[in-house]
Every structure is written in structure tokens, then in C-alpha cells.
Nanobody, 124 residues
């Protein structure tokens, strides 16, 4: 089992920034993929960003240049730096991990373990 505990989030004005954190514990693996997924009201969960066990990072097109995923060397803490926030970024953000590092990292259903979620609300 892997436990993911998130922190950060909140209410910000458009153009503002936030930093989300996710601490992993339990049976963590250096070969795991860790990512961020968000769910806006009335919508399905959406892939946001991922960092694979190789260190390669991918961000969905709508957040490129504004969001940055990163991870510590121990691979137990994950961050998402969110800049230039827009109202359409309003969602519950989840960190998630896939210990098997499957190639379908852009699909939320790939991830086996999830954080509790944190609300990000952007006012216009």
C-alpha cells in the first residue's frame, strides 16, 4: 500500500499562483510514475501532468508553460507549481501514483493510489 497526503490549494485570483504538494509513504517505489489529475465540477477526471521513473515529464497541452511538475530525489514528494491561474483551472486536484509505471500515464484509470484531493478555486 502507498499513502499519498496532499497539501496546498485554496482560493486565488486569476493570474495568481499556487504550489501543491504530495507526500508519499508506505511501499513507495523508485520505479513508480507519479502524476496530477484534476476534476472540475460536473466533469470527468483529467490528466494534468506526470513525472515518470526515468525523470521524464509530460504536461497536458492546456497547462504547458503554466504548470510544472517536480519531484524530490527520494521520489517521495511530488509538487505541482501552478502559475498564471485561470478560472478554468478551478478543480479538485489529486496526486496519484502507478507503481508499475505503465505507458498509459495520461489515463486517470492507470493510477492505483490517490491522494485525498485538494480544492483549487480561481476567481476572475
Amino acid at each position: 500500500q502507498v499513502q499519498l497526503v496532499q497539501s496546498g490549494g485554496g482560493l486565488v485570483q486569476a493570474g495568481g499562483f499556487l504550489r501543491l504538494s504530495c507526500a508519499a509513504s508506505g511501499r513507495t517505489s523508485s520505479s513508480s510514475t507519479m502524476g496530477w489529475v484534476r476534476q472540475a465540477p460536473g466533469k470527468e477526471r483529467e490528466f494534468v501532468a506526470v513525472i515518470r521513473w526515468t525523470g521524464n515529464r509530460y504536461h497536458t497541452d492546456s497547462v504547458k508553460g503554466r504548470f510544472t511538475i517536480s519531484r524530490d530525489n527520494a521520489k517521495t514528494t511530488l509538487w505541482l507549481q501552478i502559475n498564471s491561474l485561470q478560472p478554468e483551472d478551478t478543480a479538485v486536484y489529486y496526486c496519484a501514483t502507478d507503481p508499475r509505471s505503465r505507458t498509459e500515464y495520461f489515463l486517470p484509470r492507470t493510477y492505483d493510489y490517490w491522494g485525498q484531493g485538494t480544492q483549487v478555486t480561481v476567481s476572475s
